[in-house]
C-alpha cells in the first residue's frame, strides 16, 4: 500500500527565510506520480507540481524547488525567501494507479512571519 | 475562471436528516473524486469515478453515497449526517491516466464546509 509521510507538522520562519519541507513516500510501483499542494485558509487546494516516477531531475519555479531523490524515496520541498503569502498549510501527495489512487500526506502547516 | 465548482460553499444540516454536496467540472475529466477533510487533517478520499465506474474506498461508512449522472457532476449524499461528519468535503477532478505518457493532476475544487447541528 501507498503512504506518504510529512515530518514536520508546523514550521515557523521569519519572512525572507529559506524553508525545506521534507516528503518521504511509500510505494511497491515503479510507476508513481508525486504532487505537492498548498492549501491557504481560504480552503481550496492548489496545485503546484506534480513529477513522475521517471523523471529525477530537480525542478526550480521562482522561489519554489523541488527535490526528487528516488533512492531515498523523498520529494522535498524548498521556499526561497518565504513571504507572509507563503503561510499555509502544504501537502504532498502520491498517484501510484494512473490517476485512481490519490494519497495525501498529512501536511505541514507554515506560517511566516513578518 | 473556476473549473471545478462546488455547491454550496457552506453548508448546515441538521443531525440525521439527508444531504446532499454537489461538484461540477468544465474540465471534461474522466476521473471525478470525493474527499472528506476534517480540522487540521489531511484530505481523506472517500470514493471515485472513472467514468461511470465507482469505486469506494473500503472504510467509508455505507453511510455515504455517491451518484455521477453525468461526465460533468458528481454529487455527495450523506443519508444521515451525524455529528462525526462535520468537515470540509472537497471535489476533484483528473484525466484519463491510463496512458504512461498522460501526466496526472488532480484539480480541487474549494470545497462544501458541512456543519451538523
Known amino acids: 500500500a501507498q503512504k506518504v509521510t510529512q515530518a514536520q507538522t508546523e514550521i515557523s520562519v521569519v519572512e525572507k527565510e529559506d524553508v525545506t519541507l521534507d516528503c518521504v513516500y511509500e510505494t511497491r510501483d515503479t510507476t508513481y506520480y508525486l504532487f505537492w499542494y498548498k492549501q491557504p485558509p481560504s480552503g481550496e487546494l492548489v496545485f503546484l507540481i506534480r513529477r513522475n516516477s521517471f523523471d529525477e531531475q530537480n525542478e526550480i519555479s521562482g522561489r519554489y524547488s523541488w527535490n526528487f531523490q528516488k533512492s531515498t524515496s523523498s520529494f522535498n520541498f524548498t521556499i526561497t525567501a518565504s513571504q507572509v503569502v507563503d503561510s499555509a498549510v502544504y501537502f504532498c501527495?502520491?498517484?501510484?494507479?494512473?490517476?485512481?489512487?490519490?494519497?495525501f500526506g498529512p501536511g505541514t502547516r507554515l506560517s511566516v512571519l513578518p | 475562471d473556476a473549473m471545478v465548482i462546488q455547491n454550496p460553499r457552506y453548508q448546515v444540516t441538521q443531525f440525521g436528516k439527508p444531504v446532499t454536496l454537489s461538484c461540477s467540472q468544465t474540465?471534461?475529466?474522466?476521473?471525478m473524486y470525493w474527499y472528506q477533510q476534517k480540522s487540521s487533517q489531511a484530505p481523506k478520499l472517500l470514493f471515485h469515478?472513472?467514468?461511470?465506474?465507482?469505486?469506494n474506498e473500503a472504510d467509508t461508512p455505507d453511510n455515504f453515497q455517491s451518484r455521477r449522472p453525468n461526465t460533468s457532476f458528481c454529487f455527495l449524499d450523506i443519508r444521515s449526517p451525524g455529528l462525526g461528519d462535520a468537515a470540509m468535503y472537497l471535489c476533484?477532478?483528473?484525466?484519463?491516466?491510463?496512458?504512461?505518457?498522460?501526466?496526472?493532476?488532480?484539480?480541487f475544487g474549494q470545497g462544501t464546509r458541512l456543519t451538523v447541528v
Open positions: 474540465l471534461n475529466h474522466n476521473v
Open positions: 501527495a502520491l498517484d501510484d494507479n494512473y490517476g485512481q489512487n490519490f494519497v
Open positions: 476533484a477532478t483528473s484525466r484519463d491516466g491510463i496512458r504512461r505518457d498522460l501526466d496526472t493532476e488532480a484539480f
Open positions: 469515478y472513472y467514468d461511470k465506474d465507482f469505486n
